[in-house]
């Protein structure tokens, strides 16, 4: 017997998706017409299924243990664009329209919050 709670995922979709113990897969969420980094988030089958049927981005809050659509108290929404699965199945690309911010601390993304300083890599002189 499975340990995913039944859902209205399309069973097909539900067999692609290789979820944490938790039942979660993460959740990339990108501006659909900048290639903007907004947030990451959670969503387990019946959460998917929600977005892929609204329109709406719909989220699993892993602190409170609920859903939770992404501007429903706050106004700064998120209109699905488009959701693309990873090659491994366990990773969601969430294409939005955001209106407002992202994050919840009221910024318009939630990677502004502090720059690591990384060795800088080139890919200068790699055949290819």
């Known amino acids: 017997m499975s340990s995913v709670p039944a859902s209205d995922l399309d069973p097909a979709v539900a067999a692609r998706l290789k979820r944490d113990p938790a039942g979660l897969v ?41 859903y939770w659509v992404k501007g429903a108290t706050s106004g700064h929404a998120q209109y699905v664009k488009s959701v693309a699965l990873d ?7 969430v294409k939005v329209d955001q209106v407002g911010a992202a994050c919840h ?9 502090g720059v690591l300083s990384p060795v800088v890599g080139s890919a200068a002189g790699i055949a290819r």
């Open 105 to 113: 601390t009221g910024d318009r993304t939630c990677f502004d919050a």
């Open 26 to 66: 993460a959740a990339v969420v990108q501006q659909h017409d900048t290639g903007e980094v907004l947030m990451v988030g959670w969503m387990d089958d019946q959460a998917l299924h929600r977005t892929l049927s609204t329109g709406r981005a719909t989220y699993w809050s892993r602190s409170r243990q609920e």
């Open 87 to 93: 090659c491994d199945g366990d990773a969601l690309l």
